[in-house]
Structures are given as structure tokens and as C-alpha cells.
């Protein structure tokens, strides 16, 4: 219904928000690391945010196109427009501008309509001064202030890009911590803590009252629920990230009966199975985290149970990215849930200020933290922060994968000088002393 395929990652999520991420990050190292890095720059080094957008849209545009070309490739079509269910084997198609009408019968449906983000109760979003996660990829102009209400991984990144840009940044998070409860507590303490130290303030136990647009300003208020006060911002832009929900807008799951959650997620079973076994339903638009990539297994394991029967997601190894620099991961369980479980484990962290990597890169914040169990030492979780650990975080995934033990891992001969070592590291010092620590 956007009109290009790839969903809100690719149009509105994690494809723009990366590029912000990465070209703002590149524009903060310049101007604030390069004399230390031997690097001298003579004249004025300014963000040119036009641009930034045009680069943000290429690398859009880029990937929508590839889909289109994969789609053609594999002799997929596609409609312009807005899909609603006639009857359990019938969709319609209301078209946009470019598409064309149609009525589609099909042996299987597959429902992956994705989310949209929250509302936030009395506070209006235009786009402008007050902005969705949508609206805040798209400001054609530096905010001086900009308060965000979420202290969630959404939140978090977008104020990590406007504030490397200039802005003065403010999360105002209702919960006592930040990074939403997947986080784990250590991880969530240390995140705040480098965030703070690049200039991003934060207001945790912040109940959000008031958000009102009045001219080119917006007057916030909230309660500080630790002091009993009511407290009041200004600000130039809002961002209001309180979370996503399920987009079932139109759709026409009621008229066929389809079983809708309290959260507004439609129910399926464990083969992604609507109350008719041939709808079935995957992504964000049902259970489970709200993640890319998430859907796309998903979506393979949907294909494998209409074409061969059978398919596979693991939901105990989903990984997740905070893109913050540096970047937050990790995968399996965290110290909370452990405890909440009764398992005994076991830690081991290393930190990246003593990988030989990581000094000559002169970025050494973060660490590799294992939780693994207290016996048998089989990896149960594995969270990062620090550089690439995004890309650090599938070697975790493949742990976890494959049942290894933290000794397993640190018997693998890791390159040097890599960031990986850290890794190998980490899960030595769960049973015995890291090397270089």
C-alpha cells in the first residue's frame, strides 16, 4: 500500500533509521575524533542534512528496487495497493496511484501486514513538531531541543542520531530503566551510561501528561513518580516511541471471524495458522518481538509448512540490535529472566578496553558478557556492547544453535587482532581466567 515492497523495515524502519545512524556517526567521529586519529581537517566540518536524506532515500530506493527485481526474477506479481479479505479464499485489492484493482482467489493466504506506532493517549501526531518514529526520520530541519517519550530501542537510536547532529536530547521513560525488558539489567545500566556520556539526558519514572503543540514550540509535562512532582519541557520537536502495535487497518479480519488478541495481534498457532488452517499469519502483526528479521523466518518457515509440511523458528534465538554507537546486542536469556527461573549460571566478561583490536580502533567501550549454565556450561545467553556487535551477535546465535558450551567457544581459534577475541574471551572467563584480563 506504500506503493514499494519491503515493508516498514525497508521504508520506515531499519533501513532509513541505519543511515541516519551510520552518516551521523561518521560526521561525529570527524568532528569530534580525527585530530587524536593523526587526521588534520582545515575549514568548518557542518552536517549537511539535505543531503543526509538523500543518502537515507537512495539506500531506500536501492533495496525496494531489489525486491522488485527479485520479484520479477522469480516471477512474483505484485498490486499497488490496499489488500482486504471478500471471504477466507478472496482478497480485494483498493488500489493507489500506479496500481490497479483486482480480485485475487487464492488456495493460501499468507497475513503479514506489519505495525504501525503507538498512540500516545491526548497527544496528537502531525509529523512536524510532534513525530512518530516515522515523522522522525524524515525532519527537514536540526531540532535545538528534541524530547523523546520512550526509552526503548526506537527512542534511543533516533536520539542518538539528532543528538550527534546538535540536538539538545531528553527521553523521558516511564520504566526505571531503559531498553525495553529484553535488555538485560547490566547491559541497560551501561547503555545509559554512555549515552548520558555523549549528551543524551534522560528523566526515568517519567509519566508523560501533556504533549500540545503551541506554534513552532511543544510544552510537555510530566510526573516524577520517585519525587511526586510535576515537572515541564520545552521542546522544538516531540517524538513520541512508545512501542509499535499490529496494523490490521481495513483489513477485514472481523468479517471472517480471525481471533484478535487483547494486544490486537491476530492469534495463530504454532504453524502460523489462523483459525483456517490455509490464512496464516506471521510478523509483527502477531506474536513475538517486532524484528526484521524475526518475519523473515517467518516467513520461510510459513512457505516450508504450505509447501512440505513442516518448518522451523527458534524463538529462544532471535538476536537484537540496538544501533547506537557503540552497538548494543544480544541473544538467549538475560540475567532477569534466569533468576526469575531458578536456573543457576555462571558470568563471564571481557571487556573491549583490553582487546588489542579495539585499542588500535581507539574504541573500547563495552563488553562481551556469557551467562551460561553453572554445570554444564552450555551458553543459555550472550550480550554485547560495544563495536560491531551486531555483527558479533550471530556467532552467538550459532551457539545457542548448536547447544555449545562456553568452553566449546573459547577452544575456537579466534583471529587476532579482531573484535572477536573479546568474544572468545568472555566465555573463557565463565570457567576460568580470559588471557588478556
Not at 570527524?30 to 588534520?40: M, N, P, Q, V
Not at 510532534?130 to 535545538?144: F, H, M, N, Q, Y
Not at 555462571?346 to 581507539?362: D, E, L
Amino acid at each position: 500500500m506504500r506503493g514499494a515492497l519491503g515493508g516498514t523495515c525497508l521504508n520506515v524502519g531499519c533501513i532509513p533509521s541505519k543511515a541516519l545512524l551510520n552518516n551521523s556517526h561518521l560526521y561525529h567521529e570527524i568532528k569530534t575524533e580525527a585530530s587524536k586519529r593523526g587526521i588534520d581537517i582545515t575549514g568548518e566540518v557542518s552536517p549537511n542534512l539535505g543531503n543526509l536524506m538523500k543518502a537515507k532515500d537512495t539506500a531506500v530506493k536501492q533495496l525496494t528496487g531489489g525486491i522488485e527485481m527479485l520479484f520479477k526474477k522469480n516471477g512474483v506479481k505484485y498490486y499497488k495497493g490496499k489488500g482486504s479479505f471478500v471471504d477466507e479464499h478472496t482478497v480485494q485489492v483498493d488500489p493507489i496511484e500506479g496500481g490497479e484493482e483486482a480480485t485475487i482467489t487464492a488456495e493460501n493466504v499468507i497475513i503479514a501486514t506489519g505495525s504501525e506506532p503507538t498512540p500516545f493517549p491526548g497527544i496528537e501526531v502531525d509529523e512536524e513538531r510532534i513525530v512518530s518514529s516515522t515523522g522522525a526520520l524524515s525532519l527537514t530541519e536540526i531540532p535545538k531541543k528534541l524530547v523523546i517519550i520512550g526509552g526503548g530501542i526506537i527512542g534511543l537510536e533516533m536520539g542518538s542520531v539528532w543528538s550527534r547532529l546538535g540536538s539538545e536530547v531528553t527521553v523521558l521513560e516511564f520504566l526505571p530503566y531503559i531498553g525495553g525488558a529484553g535488555m538485560d539489567a547490566e547491559v541497560s545500566k551501561a547503555t545509559q551510561k554512555f549515552l548520558t556520556k555523549q549528551g543524551i539526558k534522560f528523566h526515568l519514572g517519567a509519566k508523560v501528561t501533556k504533549g500540545v503543540r503551541e506554534g513552532e514550540t511543544v510544552k510537555i509535562e510530566y510526573e516524577d513518580t520517585k519525587k511526586g512532582t510535576t515537572e515541564s519541557l520545552d521542546a522544538d520537536v516531540l517524538l513520541v516511541a512508545v512501542g509499535r502495535g499490529p496494523y490490521l487497518e481495513g483489513l477485514g479480519a472481523e468479517k471472517l471471524g480471525l481471533d484478535i488478541d487483547k494486544r490486537g495481534r491476530i492469534v495463530i498457532d504454532s504453524q502460523f495458522n489462523t483459525k483456517f488452517p490455509h490464512i496464516k499469519c506471521i510478523g509483527d502483526v502477531t506474536f513475538g518481538a517486532m524484528l526484521a528479521h524475526k518475519a523473515e523466518e517467518e516467513g520461510i518457515a510459513a512457505a516450508e509448512y504450505i509447501k512440505k509440511g513442516h518448518g522451523h523458528v527458534n524463538y529462544a534465538n532471535i538476536p537484537a540490535v540496538m544501533y547506537s554507537h557503540p552497538e548494543v546486542a544480544w541473544v538467549g536469556q538475560n540475567e532477569q529472566q534466569l533468576k526469575e527461573a531458578g536456573i543457576k549460571y555462571k558470568v563471564g566478561k571481557f571487556p573491549f578496553i583490553a582487546n588489542s583490536r579495539a585499542k588500535t580502533n581507539m574504541d573500547t567501550e563495552g563488553f562481551v558478557k556469557f551467562l551460561a549454565d553453572a554445570e554444564t556450561q552450555r551458553v543459555l545467553g550472550i550480550h554485547i556492547i560495544g563495536p560491531n556487535a551486531g555483527e558479533m551477535i550471530a556467532e552467538g546465535g550459532l551457539a545457542l544453535e548448536y547447544g555449545a558450551s562456553t568452553e566449546d567457544i573459547s577452544r575456537v581459534c579466534h583471529a587476532h587482532p579482531t573484535l572477536s577475541e573479546a568474544f572468545k574471551e568472555a566465555a573463557l572467563a565463565t570457567f576460568d581466567k580470559p588471557i588478556n584480563f
